[in-house]
């Protein structure tokens, strides 16, 4: 028997009920299995954060058996960085993708780490702030839904396992395609689906089972690692979020699969200069 409760794969349309026209229309949002209301999800994301930010690091790469370093790297490599370009790490958390960019960009360039929760910038703040190699990597503490940077500022934008806990998805979409600069690049690295049941069942079995016990066990948190596995079952599929990514303005929609289809890198190299559609 499960540890915890586990919702399952949601279907199309419980899925479809994650997206912000339904969450607007209701007033309803969730994170996880619990439901809020709208305004108030950003208050049950910011305490889960605060709680998981301390072993946020040695908690991702305990429970991904080291994997998510690899999931970066190819994600990176996929974005095409280049040396001088400017950076955008949305909900960039402890800075995992924004060290490998700024290998990348070199000092002619900037990453910029934009998360809304104080305490995840600071953690990760120890792995950058000594090394004089990484001083083009600066910080902005922000809502993703509304990004506090002009239009047409970054080469490219990126985020990484964070989206999902938005409130209103597209819109943190729109608003990272908006401050991209025209022939602009995106990356969206997300968990998804795997693609083999098998594989699948014996995901599900160690996401609701032995994540929220060593979640207990070395992070006094139960509820925090069950809730991670939860928001990846209602998440959009892969072919959901490119249909979802060419609506607010993006092209050229190419996403791969990693570890039999358990984190999804999304990556478009290309952005109409019309208004992306809000």
Not at 212 to 227: K, R, T, W
Not at 230 to 252: K, N, Q, Y
Request: hydrophobic share 40%.
């Amino acid at each position: 028997m499960a540890l915890w409760n586990n919702p399952r794969w949601f279907d199309d349309k419980k899925r479809q009920e994650q997206l912000d026209d339904h969450i607007r229309t209701t007033g309803k949002a969730r994170f996880g299995i619990r439901e809020f209301e709208e305004e108030k999800k950003v208050d049950a994301v910011r305490i889960h954060f605060n709680r998981v930010a301390p072993k946020y690091d040695f908690m991702n790469s305990l429970l991904s058996f080291g994997i998510q370093h690899a999931w970066k790297r190819a994600a990176v490599r996929m974005l095409g960085v280049r040396r001088g370009d400017k950076v955008l790490d949305v909900c960039g958390g402890t800075g995992d993708l924004a060290i490998l960019a700024a290998r990348r960009t070199g000092p002619t360039g900037q990453v910029t780490i934009y998360d809304i929760n104080y305490a995840m910038i600071q953690a990760g703040r120890h792995k950058i702030d000594p090394f004089p190699t990484r001083a083009h990597i600066g910080y902005v503490q922000g809502d993703a839904e509304r990004i506090t940077f002009p239009d047409h500022t970054f080469d490219c934008a990126m985020v990484g396992f964070g989206i999902r806990n938005l409130t209103h998805l597209k819109q943190g979409f729109s608003e990272m395609v908006r401050v991209l600069k025209p022939g602009g690049r995106f990356l969206c690295l997300e968990f998804s689906q795997p693609t083999n049941p098998v594989f699948r069942s014996l995901y599900d079995f160690y996401s609701f089972n032995i994540m929220p016990a060593l979640g207990q066990l070395l992070a006094g948190s139960a509820e925090s690692y069950a809730c991670l596995p939860e928001t990846i079952r209602m998440f959009p599929l892969p072919d959901e979020l490119a249909d979802m990514l060419a609506s607010v303005g993006l092209r050229d929609v190419r996403w791969r699969g990693m570890t039999n289809g358990i984190s999804v890198a999304h990556v478009l190299s290309l952005i109409h200069i019309s208004e992306p559609t809000r």
